[in-house]
């Protein structure tokens, strides 16, 4: 156990027995400890409870050695949920993983620490949300980090904090294979950027990781915020929230607390708020009666606020990928598997703070507009498909990601250089001839799927997650577009250079029906699921308004992923981060 977290787990075992607090805060992930630190240091004489369902787990190696990233998933800490089948891929059913341990999902994600571009979070105040744009989300955002490296040859200045409690730094290991990434970047015309995080994340570069730089620790919610908390702050680890309490008074609701899954009731005198992820946090609203009235009904709930936009508006990122064979002599990450006696060397460097493969955890990004993908005629194409889509769909977040594919600022695809095998064929089984080769990832997103599905609660009061993916022919095609582009970039010097068989998709995947298939049966979720609580306009579907009150309530938020209206092209830690660093001002304020 580190030292500086000692008090901190005294006060976790110990958590009062007190039944009133004037803030209670349901979901430790990643919005939720950085809520509850901020209310904690900015209301000293206000008490604050935050309740998480899984375990504090401060010294454990899946979670803070970034080598070990992606261990999480399908551990004791992962949620481990999956969505309904999804008809249009053959009925295939994607991982939903979840943190479910304090620090939530920022415990369990690969790290990587972007933003969008500036008209992205400016989108969602010209979606009705006053204030939520990138003046204020870009200083919520750097007051929740402390960057490390700036003016450095992997990152200049620009857009990053350097006091807040969550640690960035780009990854120190970057093996000799990824050095050939930006240089075949540049060569497909893709600029390079050393300013990533300043509102325009286009071109490639090297990629920010959630790392603490000393020591080489992964940097979680949960490890950042709370130690900084008051005496003030209590927090409760294996305690679920069943749902929460709410009382009638004039025509708002009033949320008095919450029950837990095993009785214990929990009183607010102030507020209750939900930071329990995209996935939880409409769910809780629902069993507790906020929500469409026929989703409440067909699950035995009593109905308290008519919201029919409680759980829809799931946007997500989609990914695909293709991997190769690198030629002799390079090692990569897949080596850490393939050899026991490297991947025992490598541990001890990493024990030692000696830099290392366990040091990894990605440093290859690029971001495009499809026009700098794409000839032309292809990007013509996507936008025609995404017109149909618009129409089929005709809601304003999906007629602004219309806008934004005819916006240079704003990036459609991006292109992950991953080092060893991160595919889905999977890696060569020991009693495979290949075991022990070598390879390289690339790994391609699609930045705005128009793809818009739903999360609502079962007859059980579980989460049913429908992302409704390839709804539309705009994502078919464009996951298409990307994995060919991604064969483009493997064949471009210097990267082809690096490898002597394209081991999945595998050559002979040529055709555009061969490509399609393969799209139809390799893509995943990037596990970004957002929108379900969204922060729109009540007409629009919203569910809280601007302060990120519930509508119809008097004192219940949410907090979370959940409200992010439009998802952004970046991988959404950072903007969840800001989301809570603004809203515990708007609660500090509002006190
Ligand atoms: C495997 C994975 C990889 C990812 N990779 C990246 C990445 O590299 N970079 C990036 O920027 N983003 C990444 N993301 C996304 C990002 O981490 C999440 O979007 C973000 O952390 C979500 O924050 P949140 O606060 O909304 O939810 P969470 O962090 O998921 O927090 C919700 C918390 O609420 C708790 N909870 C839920 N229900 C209850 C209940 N009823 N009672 C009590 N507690 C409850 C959960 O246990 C959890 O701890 C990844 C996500 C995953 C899962």
């Known amino acids: ?222 490890n950042a915020y709370l130690p900084l908390a008051g005496s003030n702050l209590r927090v409760l680890t294996d305690k679920t929230v069943a749902k929460v309490n709410l009382k009638k008074v004039g025509d708002s609701q009033v949320a008095t607390g919450v029950t837990l899954v095993d009785g214990t009731v929990y009183t607010a005198s102030k507020e209750v708020i939900l930071s329990a992820g995209a996935i939880q946090s409409p769910a809780l609203l629902e069993v507790s009666g906020i929500g469409q009235a026929a989703v ?91 017109e149909e889509a618009a129409a089929a769909d005709p809601h304003p977040v999906t007629a602004k990601k219309l806008e934004f594919l005819s916006d240079a600022s704003v990036p459609q695809l991006e292109v992950i250089f991953s080092d060893g095998y991160t595919g889905v064929k999977g890696y060569p089984a020991a009693t495979d001839p290949l075991f022990g080769n070598q390879y390289i990832t690339l790994i391609a997103g699609l930045m705005h799927p128009l793809a818009r599905g739903s999360i609502h609660i079962d007859a059980a009061g579980a989460p049913v997650i429908d992302p409704n993916f390839f709804s539309n022919e705009h994502d078919v095609q464009a996951l298409v577009d990307a994995i060919k582009y991604c064969r483009r970039i493997s064949q471009t010097e210097p990267f082809a250079s690096l490898w002597d068989v394209e081991y999945e998709p595998g050559e002979a995947t040529q055709t555009d029906e061969q490509w399609r298939d393969f799209v139809m049966k390799t893509s995943l979720s990037i596990f970004h699921p957002t929108g379900t609580c969204a922060m729109l306009p009540r007409a629009d579907g919203g569910v809280v308004d601007s302060d990120l009150r519930v509508y119809g309530t008097k004192n219940l938020r949410v907090v979370d992923a959940s409200i992010i209206p439009l998802l952004i092209s970046a991988h959404i830690q950072t903007a969840v981060y800001g989301i809570a660093e603004i809203a515990a001002e708007k609660i500090i304020d509002a006190a």
């Open 1 to 222: 156990m580190q030292l500086r977290y000692l008090t901190l787990y005294a006060s976790v075992v110990a958590a009062s027995c007190a039944e009133t607090y004037d803030y209670i805060v349901v979901g430790g992930g990643t919005a939720g400890p950085a809520l509850a630190t901020r209310l904690s240091l900015g209301l000293p004489s206000a008490t604050i409870l935050l309740i998480e369902a899984g375990p504090a787990a401060w010294d454990e190696p899946l979670i803070n050695i970034p080598g070990n990233r992606g261990l999480g998933i399908r551990s004791r800490y992962d949620w481990n949920f999956t969505s309904i089948p999804q008809p249009n891929v053959g009925d295939r059913v994607f991982a939903y993983a979840r943190g479910k341990v304090l620090g939530g999902s920022s415990a369990l994600n690969l790290m990587t620490y972007d933003r969008a571009a500036v008209n992205e979070y400016d989108a969602w105040e010209e979606l009705g949300n006053d204030g939520w744009n990138w003046e204020n989300m870009i200083a919520a955002m750097m007051k929740s980090e402390t960057f490390t490296g700036k003016n450095t040859p992997t990152y200049g200045d620009k857009g990053v904090g350097d006091s807040g409690p969550v640690q960035a730094v780009v990854n120190r290991y970057i093996p000799v294979q990824q050095e050939s990434f930006i240089p075949t970047m540049n060569e497909l015309g893709i600029e390079g950027n050393l300013e990533s995080l300043g509102g325009d994340p286009l071109g490639v570069m090297y990629q920010p990781n959630s790392i603490d730089h000393v020591p080489w620790n992964r940097s979680t919610a949960a």
């Open 296 to 386: 409440l009904a067909a699950a035995g709930v009593q109905q308290k606020i008519e919201l029919p936009g409680v759980g829809e508006n799931l946007q997500d990122h989609l990914r695909i990928q293709s991997s190769y064979q690198l030629k002799d002599g390079y090692i990569s990450f897949d080596n850490i598997r393939a050899n026991a006696t490297y991947a025992a060397e490598q541990m001890a460097r990493w024990k030692a703070g000696q830099v290392g493969a366990y040091d990894y955890a990605g440093s290859g990004y690029s971001f495009m507009t499809w026009p700098q993908a794409l000839d032309a005629s292809g990007a013509d194409a996507l936008v025609a498909l995404a």
